[in-house]
């Protein structure tokens, strides 16, 4: 009998153990009302990179997108009642009609009580619109595809052609078409007799509330559409800031609301994220979905995002809080990345073995470049290597910037020592501040300036960073570094020969004093890499060390001849090359990809690819304006060995996604773009103009004279800047008289003259 008890104690524990396990498998990681992933709409298609609601948009959407992507449509009526897909009430901005119909005007009509100027889907039939195309309304957007793409109808979008896991219309102006004796609710409601319409959305109370009996008990689901906080929603003549504060309300014709992505992440004027607002747990409190909408990456969205959209996705799927139901995006690639690939990663996640994460300056994207915050947050986001810029001060200290010339890292000009503003040929064409003209402990006085590539896009980084943190020597570099969990260091040095010949300076020699003294030799655990795009300097640390050296090629190339790369196998270990010469790219887009990345590693020599940024204006359209695509396709197509990056974090945050190991079940979000891809499809009338091929590395690009001894320079003539008188500095920071010697001398000559 004991036996027999204890036999079935273990019976019952074992059936507990089991239906507590299987109750643990059931419980979602997502915390959306239905408890199953997020959804992703791609409004218009892929209307990032062709025209919206074109067949294109429509087909990339679902080629590049989870399989349950939605396809969104915003429904216009014609004169004849027809559903078209079009992005707007009018139709002047997003095609061609105004071309078209030059004989026609554009008439004002009322809109919600707001007289509206343009070309009306009201006044012209299907047939009319016939011979109209579609164009980019976007105009930061490329305009190659305009004039292709006939305007679709709803029963177009959801035939053979398309064939959508999921369809979407959104009917925007009911009460505008009803003024024109036109039918919104008796074309859905036909509509959905032989379409199947998974989502219904509007901001009209007065309309989902007249569909709302006929689609209950059917798939369809009723959304209400919130707009501005301010605007006044036309049936109830209420705001929709306090319609939001009566969902109970909304839940009587509706199962779902859409709201722009500030309804729950607010950000200021200064677009910095507020804290989160409480509208999802609201509305999943009230049974609601919640919908967001406004994601596009090609926008500036918060800087708390670093210009990265998977990010900004992130904290609306898997913030730990909350999660909306689905994404409304232009670029519905990116919400699905981020959805199945990064969604719930731990953030203790190694991640994959490649590629190798270097930093550019440290995290200079986020923080002024080469400052002791940029390293720190470099190190943070889970940076392999991060590196330092040497350049030499008049007193000989080795420090990191990113330029030997401080006007472009530092606010030097505003600064006292703006007036020691001098050209110097052999370095630029323009005047420079040039840290050799300082010394350090003037340069330390110095504040950083965040850099800002993109200016003329008016794409700025992280402004509150923008004077953040403390220039730093190469000394307190290495000894930061050495106690952070890194795989290595990159030290980069250019302008050798001229700091050897003009300034009395040796950068290498200081170089390898710093690295000795901070304890970095061949038995520590961190490697050293030495960069620079001088043969002569890479030969000499070769002499004088045994560490790692990085052949940079500064032009961008086609090919390399075999003596070339064997050139470099003489005195490198490895080889970075700029992103173009692995993806060429005109006006652009890819026009293929080079073997320079294979030649390379055939010769034993790893190849990094540089300089990798978050602004969409740095990426070829086919990267679709999205940094983790243009990373995968480096890594997982041109098979590059690392990268060098502004943005550390994003190339980390790719490293850990857990689509990297699926194999022949990567998804297509996932998989290398096609090189020429979306060149391909341009019409040959709309191509851009060939461009003279890139450049082929030879031996004369790679073989450099010896370095010159460093000698003590005499005094000499510098053309002084605009800004000041001029004066250029010896090694030891005193001022050269360069031209009170220039005119004690010609008063010498005159005076000779004169006597004589």
Known sequence: MPILRSLLLLFVLYQAAVVSARGSKSISPWQTLS??????????????????SSVNAYNLAQLTSLSNV???????LTKDGAGICFPTLTLDNYSDISTVFQNGKANVYQVNGVAVQGWFSVDYTLKELANVYL???VFSRSDKYDGIFNILTVEEVVSSEVQPAGLWLNIQHDAFFRQHNLSMRSFVLSISKHVVVDYVSSPEVGFLSSIASRFKGTKTKLVFRFLGMNDVEPSTNQTYGSLLSNLTLVKTFASGILVPKTYIWPVNS??????????VSDAHNQGLEVFASDFANDVVFSYNYSYDPIAEYLSFVDNGNFSVDGVLSDFPI?????????????????????PVVITHNGASGVYPGCTDVAYQQAVEDGADVIDCSVQMT?????????????IEGTTVALSPYGIRS????????TAGIFTFNLTWKEIQNLKPAISNPFLDYQLYRYPAHKNSGNLVSLDYFLSFAKTKPLSGVLVSVENAAYLAEYQGLSVIDAVIDSLNKSGYNNQTLQKVMIQSTNSSVLKEFKMKTSYELVYQVDETIRDALNSSIKDIKGFAHSVSVTKQTIFPKNQGFLTGVTNVVDKLHSYNLSVYAYVFTNEFVSQAWDFFSDPTVEINNFVSAANID???????GTAVSYRKNKCLTMGNNTPNYMLPVQPDGLMQSIPNNALPPAEAPNQILTDSNVIEPPLPPVVQKLPTFVTPGPAAAPTASTPNGQPQRATDFFLSSLLLVLLAFLIF
């Open 270 to 279: 200064g677009l910095y994220l507020q804290s989160p607002t409480s509208v």
């Open 422 to 429: 001098v050209i110097i040929p052999e370095l630029q064409n």
């Open 35 to 52: 408890g199953n992933a997020p959804l992703v709409v791609a409004r218009g298609g892929f209307s990032g990179i062709f025209p919206d």
């Open 70 to 76: 939605i396809l969104w449509c915003d429904v216009q």
């Open 334 to 354: 990116t919400p699905s990345e981020a959805i199945d690939c990064f969604s719930h990663i731990s953030k203790n996640s190694t991640g994959q073995a490649p």
């Open 642 to 648: 690392g990268l060098i990056t502004e943005f550390p």
């Open 135 to 137: 164009t980019q309304g």
């Open 394 to 406: 008049s007193d000989g200290i080795p420090i990191c910037l990113g330029s030997i010339n401080l």
